[in-house]
Nanobody
Framework: QVQLVESGGGLVQAGGSLRLSCLAS????????MAWFRQAPGEVREFVTH????????NYADSVKGRFTISRDNAKNTVYLQMNSLKPEDTAVYYC??????????????????WGQGTQVTVSS
C-alpha cells in the first residue's frame, strides 16, 4: 500500500498559479495510476485529472482543461498538479489518489484505493 501526502495548497488571487505536489511512500510508485480530485464546500468530490503509470497519458475535466497540468516523476515518487489562471470556482480541497489495478484510466473515484489527506486551495476574486 502506498501512502500519499499532498502539499502546496494556499491562498492565491484569481489569475494566479499554484503547484500542488503529492509524495508517495514505498518503492512501487510507478505501478500506480495517479489522479487529482477536488471537493468544494457543500459539493461532492469531483475528478480533476489523472495520469498513467508512465506519464504518457493524461486526461482532464473540461473545467480545468488548458489551465491545469498533471505530471509525475517516478524517480521522486511524486505527482504534481500545476494550476494556472486560477478562478474562484477552483477553490476546494484537492486530493491525490492512487490506483494499482487496471489498465485503462478511470475518472471513477471508487476505483482509487489510496488517498491523501487533502490540501486546501483558495482563490480570491
Amino acid at each position: 500500500q502506498v501512502q500519499l501526502v499532498e502539499s502546496g495548497g494556499g491562498l492565491v488571487q484569481a489569475g494566479g498559479s499554484l503547484r500542488l505536489s503529492c509524495l508517495a511512500s514505498g518503492r512501487t510508485f510507478s505501478s500506480y495510476q495517479m489522479a487529482w480530485f477536488r471537493q468544494a464546500p457543500g459539493e461532492v468530490r469531483e475528478f480533476v485529472t489523472h495520469i498513467s503509470r508512465s506519464g504518457k497519458t493524461t486526461n482532464y475535466a473540461d473545467s480545468v482543461k488548458g489551465r491545469f497540468t498533471i505530471s509525475r516523476d517516478n524517480a521522486k515518487n511524486t505527482v504534481y498538479l500545476q494550476m494556472n489562471s486560477l478562478k474562484p470556482e477552483d477553490t476546494a480541497v484537492y486530493y491525490c489518489a492512487a490506483r494499482l489495478s487496471g489498465q485503462v484510466l478511470t475518472v471513477r473515484q471508487e476505483e482509487y484505493t489510496n488517498w491523501g489527506q487533502g490540501t486546501q486551495v483558495t482563490v480570491s476574486s
